[in-house]
């Protein structure tokens, strides 16, 4: 037992853990503390840009001091601020207070995500074989746990603060066991090292623009789901609450699904994921915000996640494998968890703004209308540029990841 614990492949998906359970622990219960802040709607959604840009500002530094520090340290700090400010945003009595710690929220974050991601490229590598949507699947199931912690504290009506302690403690540990087994990027297996300046690759415009639209679908779930409906769809803080644990539950199966699908499908391409992905997310958004309240509006948040969950580690798997240096991947982070912490808020904006404000209508065509674009991204990305497949040809597991093979070939 403790060869398994003590692996880099395990302590990156603790770390993705404890990311998933800290974000959701706070989306989890955004309907309490904007009631607790006293923010509106265009309030609540003025400070979700602001921990957007600060997640941003966060993802930026870590890329550009990518050499100066190494990925264990600043997932170490990174992780530990982003736990106080989550703290912190429990005791925000004003709109301005909860704009504050959110910011304070987003700035380590950011750093946090990017790193981690960086690492679990560099584990990627080293195994020789796809494991981005693992990773993923386990921040998903984190966010499982952090939510489920917050419809249990809505339900009881447990102050925001409890909840924070509870989750954060829990998510500080694991993370800083996690970063203990982190490994060099030195000790990855070294590319070829480009000479003179590269070009700009068309692969890489194609990934931006399809991690930034998925993002946005995804993380509108995160910004909006619950208060959808509480406020839109009259249904009680528990309820609401539950409505997102069961996107990140779906969130988590299909990602942790989808992994061991493209081991046994490995032909399977980025176009295909999009296409399917985004088409089931843009068909739960509308079961979602429209279909009558009860069953139908779970099975909406189900489609919504199990659609959009294979985008993001994806894209980043695909720029990880196709890269030669953890940069780009960390640039894809930063765009994609910056839309999808920004991107949101313009749906907010965007459902202020209507003359009768409506937060379903704009959930219920711009989302859609951003997943028609990706698949268009996709569909027309020509074959000679594209990074075309999800999973490598199998290859033999490295035994320092996860398990020592054995003579037969398994476990």
């Keep these: 037992m403790s060869v398994f614990v003590k692996t880099p492949r395990v302590g990156t998906a603790l770390v993705f853990l404890a990311s998933g359970a800290v974000q959701a622990s706070l989306f989890a219960r955004l309907p309490a503390l904007q009631d607790a802040s006293g923010a509106g709607t265009a309030a609540l959604g003025t400070a979700l840009a602001v921990m957007g840009a600060g997640t941003f500002v966060g993802m930026c530094t870590a890329a550009r001091h990518f050499r100066t520090f190494d990925d264990r340290r600043i997932v170490a700090v990174a992780s530990t601020l982003t736990i106080g400010a989550l703290l912190g945003a429990s005791y925000a009595s004003s709109p301005w207070q909860l704009t504050f710690a959110l910011l304070a929220l987003g700035v380590p974050a950011g750093m ?47 102050p925001v603060l409890h909840q924070s302690l509870v989750v954060g403690g829990l998510a500080l540990a694991a993370c800083l066991f996690g970063v203990s087994t982190f490994v060099d990027r030195d000790d990855a297996p070294p590319r070829p090292v480009p000479t003179g300046r590269r070009p700009f690759q068309p692969y890489l415009a194609h990934l931006i623009a399809i991690i930034f639209l998925g993002a946005i679908i995804e993380g509108a779930a995160g910004d909006w789901l619950a208060v959808l409906l509480a406020d839109e769809r009259g249904q009680s803080h528990g309820a609401a609450a539950s409505g997102y644990l069961t996107f990140v539950a779906a969130m988590a199966v299909g990602r942790l699904g989808a992994n061991r699908l493209y081991r046994f499908y490995p032909e399977v391409s980025l176009r295909q994921a999009v296409l399917l992905g985004t088409g089931t997310a843009a068909a739960g958004v509308v079961l979602t915000a429209y279909a009558p309240v009860g069953i139908a ?75 028609a674009v990706a698949v268009a991204v996709a569909w027309w990305t020509k074959p000679d540029s594209e990074p075309v497949r999800m999973e490598s040809p199998r290859q033999p597991r490295v035994g320092t990841l996860a398990f020592e093979p054995t003579p037969e070939g398994g476990r």
């Design 112 to 158: 946090w995500d990017a790193r981690m991601n960086v690492h679990a490229a560099v584990v990627e590598r080293q195994a020789g074989r796809h494991l981005m949507t693992e990773f993923h699947g386990l921040w998903s199931l984190g966010c499982v746990v952090g939510a489920g912690v917050g419809v249990l504290a809505a339900s009881r009506g447990w």
């Design 297 to 371: 509006v779970h099975l909406g948040a189900v489609c919504w996640g199990v659609g959009i969950c294979v985008v993001f580690p994806g894209v980043l798997s695909v720029a990880g494998r196709k890269s030669d240096s953890g940069r780009t991947v960390a640039l894809l982070s930063s765009i994609g968890y910056a839309a999808s912490m920004a991107g949101p808020i313009g749906l907010g904006l965007a459902s202020s703004a209507l003359a009768r404000p409506d937060l379903r209508l704009a959930l219920a065509v711009l989302l859609p209308l951003c997943a």
